[in-house]
Antibody, heavy 122, light 110 residues
Framework: QVQLQESGPGLVKPSETLSLTCNVS??????????WGWIRQPPGKGLEWIGH???????YYNPSLKSRVTISVDTSKNHFFLTLTSVTAADTAVYFC??????????????WGPGTLVTVSS | QSGLTQPPSASGTPGQRVTISCSGS????????VNWYQQLPGTAPKLLVY???QRPSGVPDRISGSKSGTSASLAISGLHFDDEADYYC???????????FGGGTKLTVL
């Protein structure tokens, strides 16, 4: 079955760079039917789309984060990555990776990782 | 920042039917299909309804979704205690362009 799993540091200092990896199993990143995305959820708050990437490497980002975000893929390892620069306390959140089904014109995040809490603090 | 508006809370008793609304605009709900996600405490969101009213395998038929114009709704009938969760609507927003989520509705089963 399809499984996604986030990994990376749980604590990042202000002004530094947040880097997370999503390991995908049961589904090939190198597929024309899916994009691969990141969504975050600050403690006690709602969901915010960060961005998503196609296996060819092109990323699509939330305009509110676009200047600080890069999402990339490694098809050989079936992983994809999130990089968020110049973090502040406002970036403290649970970060989820998810598969975005684009096989029809109706897009949905159909599989999610369990999420990883990243705290920004000195 | 959310472009979709949901009531912050909803409640019902076991066996009742509850509905959760989601209000959007011409750039999102009016021109794209709506998905609904259920998030149990401490877990990742789970896709509950896609393409306005379709249920993934394993989701019971007491769960239903609908859309009209710039609004959508999720209905849960025969309420169970384990339906207690946060529910999020989501759709594509042509003005971003990208996915947008509602602020979430906390459903309490009394």
């Amino acid at each position: 079955q399809v499984q996604l799993q986030e990994s990376g540091p749980g604590l990042v200092k202000p002004s530094e760079t947040l880097s997370l990896t999503c390991n995908v199993s049961g589904s090939f990143i190198r597929s024309s039917s899916y994009f691969w995305g990141w969504i975050r959820q600050p403690p006690g708050k709602g969901l915010e789309w960060i961005g998503h990437v196609y296996y060819g490497g092109r990323g699509y980002y939330n305009p509110s984060l676009k200047s600080r975000v890069t999402i990339s893929v490694d098809t050989s390892k079936n992983h994809f990555f999130l990089t968020l620069t110049s973090v502040t306390a406002a970036d403290t959140a649970v970060y989820f990776c998810a598969r975005l089904d684009v096989s029809t014109i109706d897009y949905s995040f159909d599989y999610w990782g369990p999420g990883t809490l990243v705290t920004v603090s000195s | 920042q959310s472009g979709l508006t949901q009531p912050p809370s909803a409640s019902g008793t076991p066996g009742q039917r509850v509905t959760i609304s989601c209000s959007g605009s011409s750039s999102n709900i009016a021109s794209n299909s709506v998905n609904w996600y259920q998030q149990l405490p401490g877990t990742a969101p789970k896709l509950l309804v896609y393409k306005n009213n379709q249920r993934p395998s394993g989701v019971p038929d007491r769960i239903s979704g609908s859309k009209s114009g710039t609004s959508a709704s999720l209905a849960i009938s025969g309420l169970h205690f384990d339906d207690e969760a946060d529910y999020y609507c989501a759709t594509w927003d042509d003005s971003l362009p990208g996915p947008v989520f509602g602020g979430g509705t906390k459903l309490t089963v009394l």
